[in-house]
T-cell receptor, first 116, second 112 residues
């Protein structure tokens, strides 16, 4: 079946612009996660949804970052007034199981954001 | 101290050999452990999950977990050049959330 999809795959923004990154999870997956990956580092957690509820946003680096999943399926990560330090790959992952001690997360291809 | 630690490598092994990748984590209540493979310029791909102490085998891959020592490892038997990638260890540290905490990854190079 279809995996997690993300768009755009690449985004170049001028400093100060707003950007919106989209994630379409695997059909039927309840949980959706956003991660940020800097070059040479492992992914860092940003935020987590269970259906349409945002249960954890502790990883969002500033109030310029905002995520939503209004119908419990597609999610959008929005970054306002982009800064150079926002340049990274933004990864979306989804998992089937809502809450348990065991689950598996599957990643989309990512969006590479470059802020100039 | 990072919560999930891996040797960044590169770890070089000859083709056909066993590659051993190691990971330690700081939180004793961690319950779920995962290994992801990431090729350069690509996103992480899940290759193994392990939840209880002991070994779990899947094809050429074996994950080993020792919760008392807070240690998880990945063995790759009969290593192939196509196994050359960065291997990321990820841990669900519990605390009520489902987020994963990743190590920085170990770069594996399988040489002909």
């Amino acid at each position: 079946g279809a995996g997690v999809s993300q768009s755009p795959r690449y985004k170049v923004a001028k400093r100060g612009q707003d950007v919106a990154l989209r994630c379409d999870p695997i059909s039927g997956h309840v949980s959706l996660f956003w991660y940020q990956q800097a070059l040479g580092q492992g992914p860092e957690f940003l935020t987590y949804f269970q259906n349409e509820a945002q249960l954890d946003k502790s990883g969002l680096p500033s109030d310029r970052f905002f995520a939503e999943r209004p119908e419990g399926s597609v999610s959008t990560l929005k970054i306002q007034r982009t800064q150079q330090e926002d340049s990274a790959v933004y990864l979306c992952a989804s998992s089937l199981i809502a809450s348990t001690d065991s689950y598996e997360q599957y990643f989309g291809p990512g969006t590479r954001l470059t802020v100039t | 101290q990072k919560e999930v630690e891996q040797n960044s490598g590169p770890l070089s092994v000859p083709e056909g050999a066993i590659a051993s990748l190691n990971c330690t984590y700081s939180d004793r209540v961690s319950q779920s452990f995962f290994w992801y493979r990431q090729y350069s310029g690509k996103s992480p791909e899940l290759i193994m999950s392990i939840y209880s102490n002991g070994d779990k085998e899947d094809g050429r891959f074996t994950a080993q977990l020792n919760k008392a020592s807070q240690y998880v490892s990945l063995l790759i038997r009969d290593s192939q050049p196509s196994d050359s990638a960065t291997y990321l260890c990820a841990v669900n540290m519990g605390g009520g959330g489902n987020k994963l905490t990743f190590g920085t990854g170990t770069q594996l190079k399988v040489e002909l």
